[in-house]
């Protein structure tokens, strides 16, 4: 097999690969979009209906404040990964704009395995922190707020899993256009 037969067959693998990454960044994009649309959908109604009845009824239900805060947390955390995703976290531009193109991808991947590699870390420490919250409800809810320490873990295993998605796209792509599929 000649060295040329054997690049194109390696670009062919690169570009189903990056495209099967790109796919699943996209459905999962989709799904934590459309979540967060909920949450943020959830949020206005409960506070609408918090308004509604101060003003117009004679008491208003304790519950809304409490379920408007869980809300915001998921809705929060669902958006953390589309903002990696989409390459729009707060980082340091500044040391960035200094390298070249092949530098700025070696400073990309190492950004990314660093948040990766911190959130799976931590994973197993925020888990341990939702199992506390088995033996507790909420006040107004009194749903277990396992649920609620549970977006801990949820974030972090977000984070990875976008990190480590853009980490792969940021390697396997030969330009620097970021990572958004």
């Known amino acids: 097999m000649s060295h040329s037969s054997q690049t194109t067959l390696i670009t062919q693998y690169t570009s189903k690969l990056e495209g099967f990454i790109k796919l699943i960044l996209r459905m999962a994009d989709r799904l934590?979009?459309?979540l967060s649309i909920l949450a943020l959908l959830?949020?206005?109604a409960v506070v609408i209906l918090q308004v509604f009845s101060r003003f117009l009824l004679p008491s208003s239900p304790i519950w809304t404040e409490?379920?408007?805060r869980y809300l915001f947390v998921y809705l929060i955390v669902m958006g953390s990964g589309l903002v990696i995703s989409k390459n729009q976290h707060v980082r340091l531009e500044l040391f960035q704009s200094g390298l070249n193109a092949a530098w700025t991808k070696v400073y990309q991947v190492f950004c990314h395995?660093?948040?990766g590699g911190f959130s799976?870390?931590?994973l197993p420490y925020a888990y341990k922190y939702a199992q506390i919250g088995r033996w507790q409800t909420?006040?107004?809810l009194e749903v277990p707020m396992y649920w609620a320490?549970?977006?801990?873990?949820f974030f972090f295993a977000l984070t990875a899993f976008y990190s480590f998605m853009s980490a792969l796209l940021v390697l396997l792509e030969r330009d620097d256009q970021g990572v958004s599929p």
């Open 32 to 34: 934590f979009a459309l």
């Open 42 to 44: 959830g949020i206005v």
């Open 66 to 68: 409490e379920l408007s």
């Open 113 to 115: 395995l660093l948040a």
């Open 120 to 122: 799976i870390y931590i």
């Open 138 to 140: 909420s006040p107004a």
């Open 149 to 153: 320490f549970l977006s801990v873990s």
